[in-house]
């Protein structure tokens, strides 16, 4: 993500997206939030209910929104997730991810059955499979290697096309540099929801690269 923009601006615009809750932001990007768009292309807010349940409100830059409670032990297990789901899509520079699509006018409950928007786009399930990875590993306290990582994936889609037609034909590849951009990002979000305390609310920017 933000790849096109000068190198110190670049700097300064990943300080923001995944700086730290009481961390000083460095002078660039200072500078960089004065310059930049009073409208995100999307606002998240994950918050934890004092009853245990969570939820995610996404608010679009036109003012409208979608929303979605998770109760019980959904309210446990989704916002790690959806939390993964913003690390990989603001580092690795998705347009159309679950957040992209959301921001695009796609509503939360658009991504179950019976499927209201059709069959999801192949960008957003690449971006799914990536997260399932990232999700596979935080719950099994290991890290993959980049050639670990790039061969599951290869192995994992070859079986999913052999048995469910429409899945993508060429599976995603990852540097290490871009394994650790996510984690990286991940470990900072995941801190920052798990400081939160009852009725509290973590809001996160979602900006997409320029064409």
Not at 33 to 56: C, E, Q, Y
Not at 128 to 146: A, H, N, P
Request: with cysteine; glycine share 8%.
């Amino acid at each position: 993500m933000l790849d096109y923009l000068p190198s110190v601006i670049l700097s300064a615009a990943k300080d923001l997206l995944c700086v730290t809750r009481g961390q000083t932001l460095t002078r660039e990007a200072r500078s960089f939030a004065s310059l930049r768009m009073t409208r995100h292309s999307l606002t998240i807010r994950f918050k934890r209910h004092p009853d245990g349940t969570a939820s995610l409100t996404c608010v679009r830059a036109d003012g409208t929104s979608t929303w979605q409670r998770q109760q019980g032990s959904l309210g446990v297990v989704f916002p790690p997730h959806d939390l993964t789901h913003y690390a990989v899509e603001t580092t690795l520079g998705y347009r159309h991810g679950f957040y992209g699509l959301i921001a695009d006018g796609w509503d939360i409950s658009d991504f179950a059955k019976p499927w209201p928007k059709g069959t999801i786009p192949n960008e957003a399930q690449e971006v799914e499979l990536i997260v399932g990875f990232f999700d596979t590993e935080r719950r099994s306290f290991t890290q993959m290697t980049e050639t670990e990582f790039n061969d599951h994936a290869e192995r994992y889609l070859a079986a999913r096309r052999a048995t469910k037609p429409g899945a993508l034909a060429v599976a995603p590849r990852l540097t290490q540099e871009q394994i650790d951009g996510v984690r990286r990002c991940r470990a900072d979000v995941l801190s920052r929801w798990g400081k939160l305390g009852p009725g509290e609310t973590l809001e996160l920017p979602f900006e997409r690269p320029a064409l």
